[in-house]
């Protein structure tokens, strides 16, 4: 039988147990747009207690300068304006190159708006602002969670933000800049043990993953195999994968932990490995438990790769399949 992308994203499926992550953006998603940033402000600034961001490089900063060039010029009235536009995905000049930016370049542009709002040059909150209760009910079920799904919250908010620039098409695409690259907050982990796994495709990832090696990592997949991030729909093909990785992928510490092997009736293999992901922007401040789904057809290739964010740490030992 074939593999479909279909049925390998149901293996292991009790992994998706479901995770606050989702639930907790879809009360955020319901506030109104001056209480989804103050929101933001008051959860980003509590997490600032504990745990900062690492300032984003020059690098990265360039490709968001004009933009916060234009902000820092405007009066506050205006500024909150551009913001309220960002947060509502208005179709405006800057909501839409916003919307063009690659992910870490979103987070950039708020890390630094962030900052100047904390130096008091831009207006955090509208003035006259009122909260409502509902802020105070994300606030608390966003306390609820770890410090990895706490960041996730915070970076898929600001991912969805922009003008949705996916139907504007090809011609309208500005030029493709080149993807800055994060520095390891850790030097590369040279061999990779996984408790429980042996399979070469599996360890030769990680290896490639964590020296930021994309191309041996892409060569490891099948032509038509797939790459399934968290709460996102599968990759499809070398090509894709590769842009992604280069986006997002970078600077990433994968330090998978156990698994488990299973070897399917047409020669094809399924695996769960259970470990801990650290991102560049918080080092090792912040781990997220996450599982990896793999797929592996009869020839050694990874055919599909599913990356899930575990629902608590306890997750990390549901190696079961039912
Ligand atoms: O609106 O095997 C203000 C893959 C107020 C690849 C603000 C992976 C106003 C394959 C405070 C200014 C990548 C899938 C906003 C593995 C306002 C693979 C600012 C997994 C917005 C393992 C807010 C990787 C700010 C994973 C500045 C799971 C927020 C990676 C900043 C996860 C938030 C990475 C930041 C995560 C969040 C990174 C910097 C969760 C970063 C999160």
Redo the contacts with the bound molecule.
Sequence with gaps: MALTIQSAQNIFSNTQVPSQIPATIALFDQLSVDD??AY??F???EMGKTIT?AAPGAARLQLAESLLNQIKQMSAEEQTRV?RD??SRADSPISRSYGFFSVNTK?AF??E??EL?KQGVVA?IPTGYQMSPGVQLVLEATKKLDP?QQ??V??N??VN?GFDTSDLGPSSYPKAVEEPAFTRTAPPVSSVKIDGITEPAVLG??EA?NADNFDQAISLFTPDGA?Q??FQKPIVGHEAIAK??RE??QG?N?MPQKGICENLSDGSKQLKITGV?Q?P??GVTVG?N?A?RFLINPEGKIFF?A?D?LASPEELLNLRRV
């Design positions: 989804q940033l933001l402000w959860a980003y600034t961001p913001m960002i947060a987070l708020w890390y708006l962030g709002m955090p990895g960041i996730t915070l970076r908010t600001v933000m990832y990680i993953m790459l991030p968290p992604y990785m997002e992928a990433l994968m992901v991102t922007w918080f997220m996450i990896w790769v990356i964010m």
